[in-house]
């Protein structure tokens, strides 16, 4: 009996080690990228970011934290104080949640669960709760608007979302992530982003529209409604808010890796001349390249356009990614079915 | 006692009490958030008999998306609780009839089987290693319960056509926008330049 309790122990504490290992990293990502969008827009509107603290501007995150750390958390006088604090942790949790499932190469993966694509897409629509609690618990108007708001888009866009995944589905077939990315193997035209082109354009738009990221961030538009559903909030709790966003953005840019560009897979595979060297194996670094690429996408598409209107924010989730994806879903079981796409050649 | 009948009883106390807060607090918004922690507890225990397809579709669907456009309407409502309250002796008979029939129908489930000890409701043998739960639920419902689940669709799919025509009317005097032709709309359609000379200058 001591034997198995001391080696649930040591399970425990290895499954502890490896939750440390991926969040650790994954708040310092964070960091940085705040960082890197500050930095990346800010050269495309031609000026320099931030640029006092430390060379470059480097440890400008960690004056941000430490301020934000130090600031008061104000309770408005009429919120419900137990939701109002328990909010952000409602929006942060399922944001690290998620990532047990993610691979990050072949073997580096929490808990390799088979229906680990639908676990995914039910931890990104319980991120939602957050919010709502968060705008209902100000008792603020501004606040409820921003997280009607962002209710409603967030479930509109979860239908196109879950659609282009069960095109992935349908040509990997798997739900496990891992075997989604073998299925992929063979070099870049062999991602499912070629044979799945519409799904992976309305993925990654739905990505956009599920974080209430630019050009869909009317959840927390300035200049209609302050900032939104966390404009009672500040000091740390605003900084869990700013996390869970920040964290949600990164997995979706890890996902869209995942399933539609190969995982950790490399795009030189079977090449002659690089296909026996480094670049053409698989491995966790390509898989950070492609997650990095996709998350400066996030920042040149905010540099880049301007917000939507609310009415044509719905319109585009409903009138036209859903057919789209309703449509190609049907493609892709001719595909499918006709041996168009060959798993894993 | 093995950790999974501790896990078991843990998830069933808070199952149940959430049940009951769901009836008993005074706060509908409590209640709404009271019934997702209710769902939450049954998805766990469903993960202990290893069918985490139904478990993670659970929190999916009524979690995810039915209980969010719950917490919706129940927010944005402006609830007078005393007149629910009132109603509270009206409806107790019919409360106390459907209470009393769902019992009964638990009760027969039980006698059917003789007894409540486990010999008579055994624990499910653990599925082989590489079993897909989504798999096997996939293969029987596209073959022995093809016809029924293809019915369950259909009658989703009017209940939305009714929706939506029961809602739909025309009102009289709304202004409406065609897309189309927003994004189809050429310069020349909305500015138009002037040339202008100077004005002579004024006064002095």
Not at chain 1, 86 to 108: E, K, Q, R, Y
Not at chain 1, 117 to 133: H, K, P, R
Not at chain 2, 25 to 44: D, K
Not at chain 2, 77 to 89: A, Q, S, V, Y
Request: proline share 5%.
């Amino acid at each position: 009996m001591s034997e198995t309790l001391w080696d649930q122990l040591i399970y425990i504490v290895i499954l502890l080690l490896k939750i440390v290992a991926v969040v650790v990293p994954l708040i310092l990502t964070v960091a940085y990228y705040t960082y890197m969008e500050r930095k990346v827009i800010g050269y495309m509107q031609l000026r320099r970011g931030p640029n006092r603290i430390g060379p470059a501007g480097l440890f400008q995150p960690f004056a941000d934290v430490l301020k934000l750390l130090l600031k008061e958390i104000v309770l408005p006088a009429n919120a419900n104080k137990f939701l109002f604090v328990l909010a952000p942790v409602l929006s942060l949790a399922p944001a690290f949640a998620a990532w047990v499932v993610i691979p990050f190469n072949d073997w580096m993966v929490i808990a390799d669960i088979d229906a680990g694509l639908l676990y995914l897409l039910a931890m990104s629509s319980i991120g939602v709760y957050g919010l709502i609690i968060a705008g209902w618990a100000s008792n603020s108007k501004y606040a409820f608007l921003g997280s009607i708001r962002s209710c409603a888009q967030m479930v509109s866009y979860e239908i196109a979302m879950g659609f282009a995944l069960v095109g992935v589905l349908i040509l990997s077939g798997s739900l496990n992530l891992t075997e989604i990315v073998l299925a992929q193997q063979g070099g870049l035209l062999d991602w499912f982003w070629l044979p799945l082109l519409p799904l992976f354009v309305v993925y990654i738009i739905s990505g956009l529209a599920e974080t209430n990221r630019a050009p869909f961030d009317v959840a927390e538009g300035e200049s209609e409604i302050v900032a939104g559903f966390h404009v009672e909030y500040a000091g740390a709790a605003f900084a869990v808010f700013f996390l869970a966003e920040y964290a949600n953005m990164i997995l979706i840019s890890a996902l869209t890796a995942i399933l539609f560009a190969g995982g950790w897979l490399s795009p030189f595979e079977g090449l002659w001349l690089v296909g026996d060297t480094f670049l053409g194996q698989g491995s966790i670094f390509w898989f950070l390249l492609k997650t990095v690429f996709f998350m400066y996408l996030f920042l040149w598409w905010r540099a880049t356009y301007p917000r939507y209107r609310y009415d044509q924010i719905m319109r585009l989730g409903w009138k036209v990614f859903v057919p789209i994806t309703m449509g190609w879903v049907l493609v892709a079981a001719v595909f499918s079915v006709f041996g168009l796409v060959v798993r894993g050649s | 006692m093995p950790i999974t009948e501790i896990v078991f009883y843990v998830f069933s106390l808070v199952m149940v009490s959430a049940g009951v807060a769901v009836i008993t607090v005074r706060n509908p918004v409590y209640s709404a958030l009271f019934l997702v922690l209710a769902f939450f507890s049954s998805a766990a225990i469903w993960l202990l008999l290893e069918a985490e397809f139904l478990a993670i579709v659970l929190i999916l669907v009524y979690v995810g998306a039915v209980m969010v456009l719950f917490l919706f309407v129940v927010m944005m409502l402006d609830i007078n609780l005393t007149p629910l309250k009132e109603g509270f002796i009206r409806y107790l008979p019919v409360g106390i009839v459907v209470a009393v029939l769902m019992a009964a129908e638990l009760l027969l489930v039980i006698w059917s089987k003789g007894s409540f000890d486990q010999g008579a409701f055994p624990i499910p043998p653990p599925n082989p290693v590489g079993f897909s739960n989504t798999k096997a639920l996939g293969e029987l419902l596209f073959t022995n319960y093809l016809l029924a689940f293809e019915a369950a669709g259909v009658i989703l799919l009017v209940a939305i056509i009714a929706a939506i025509a029961l809602t739909l009317r025309k009102r009289v005097g709304e202004k409406r926008q065609n897309p189309a032709m927003q994004v189809r709309v050429q310069r020349d359609e909305r500015v138009r330049l002037v040339k202008m000379d100077p004005e002579p200058r004024q006064g002095n």
